[in-house]
């Protein structure tokens, strides 16, 4: 027991920014970020047994936490506030520049409008995710993926111009 939780902990550290981009792209507030990791986390831990090495753990989590996400978000009947975000949000790298900072804030108040799929689509995306690891994350076809990404790329450039954010 001893060897699978200390197994778990190094994978979650080395794969940590997973579950804190997937916390950013759903929930737009520290507070609710915080739970959605904590409950990411918690649901690992539960299907780590499950966990076969037939893939990379980094695959496996992925999959795990968007699911946990997506039902996070329904299962608190949670609506997108549309208002203005006052806070910062983090930027893991410090040595960016301003505008960089700038434009990571306006992309995830922008993802902010999309439903729970177009934001598991984009995560992934910029994860540099193929067509077909996206299909494979989201159980559906790499046609499908394909698809839904380049609707959900479109819109998510409708959003980003309706609301003035310059890129």
Known sequence: MLETQQAFLKQINENKG???KVS???MDNAVDQEDLFQEIVMQLWKAFP?????????????RVALNTAIIFFKKDNRK???APLNEQIEIADINDSHEKEEKLTY???????LNQIEKALIFLFLENQSHREIAQNLGIT??????KLNRTKEKLQQIIKKNGYEF
């Not at 499950?50 to 992925?62: C, L, N, P, Q, V």
């Not at 992309?107 to 409008?113: D, I, M, T």
Request: zero cysteines; aromatic letters at 18%; hydrophobic letters at 40%.
């Open 107 to 113: 992309l995830y108040k922008a993802v902010q409008e």
């Open 24 to 26: 950013k792209m759903y």
């Open 50 to 62: 499950s966990f076969k090495s037939t893939s990379k753990f980094s695959t496996w989590m992925y």
């Open 18 to 20: 997973i579950i804190h």
């Open 142 to 147: 790499e046609v499908n993926a394909r698809v």
């Open 80 to 82: 997108i506030d549309k």
